[in-house]
């Protein structure tokens, strides 16, 4: 599947002779392959859709192709692919009109898994509402953070997608989840415990 989505990157190129391609194909798909399914699980879990997920996958990977400044091989090119996938996915959030249908969309996928009644099925959805009512209300950078941390990205791994200091994640992180039970709290207030 990824070989095949990797094809369809690679097919929506222009075949134009004026400008050469960006990316030596070998070594897009090199990229493509070992951090495609990584993406795809983040925007998952923000999103709650797997096929809105690997859409902004694709569009991930199209902006990267279309950025050869970003192929120098010094590791830059995964935290680039992280921090454009949760802008987009946050951008796709924003979009009033598409997050009823993201919920929706969760809510039957919830439903259709079985879980214990339909009542924690009802509580589940309502639950990761407010969760992505909160996220797209908090600041882009916070809400990146949160989100690839909940995705188990370690603290190198999150200092190096925020271009920050290894030592500040903590800080940035303590603080983002501050944010976060402020925000709820103000939205959702005595509605239920966090």
Not at 129 to 143: D, E, M
């Amino acid at each position: 599947m990824i070989a095949e989505t990797a094809q369809s990157v690679n097919a929506l190129v222009p075949a134009r002779k004026s400008r050469p391609m960006q990316w030596p194909e070998a070594e897009f798909e090199a990229v493509f392959v070992q951090h495609y399914p990584r993406v795809v699980s983040v925007l998952m879990r923000l999103l709650g859709e797997r096929t809105r997920a690997e859409e902004l996958a694709n569009d991930v990977f199209w902006k990267l192709y279309r950025t050869p400044a970003i192929g120098d091989g010094d590791g830059r090119v995964g935290g680039w692919l992280y921090r454009t996938a949760t802008n987009l996915g946050i951008d796709a959030l924003r979009a009033g009109t598409r997050r009823r249908k993201y919920e929706d969309a969760a809510a039957r996928s919830q439903k259709n898994a079985g879980s214990a009644s339909p009542l924690d099925d009802m509580l589940r959805a309502e639950q990761c509402s407010r969760v992505r009512a909160v996220l797209a209300a908090i600041k882009p950078a916070q809400a990146q953070i949160l989100i690839l941390r909940a995705s188990g990205f370690s603290y190198k791994e999150l200092a190096d997608v925020l271009e920050a200091a290894p030592g500040g994640i903590g800080t940035m992180l303590s603080r983002a989840q501050a944010e976060f039970r402020k925000v709820y709290l103000q939205l959702h207030g005595g509605e239920e415990e966090l």
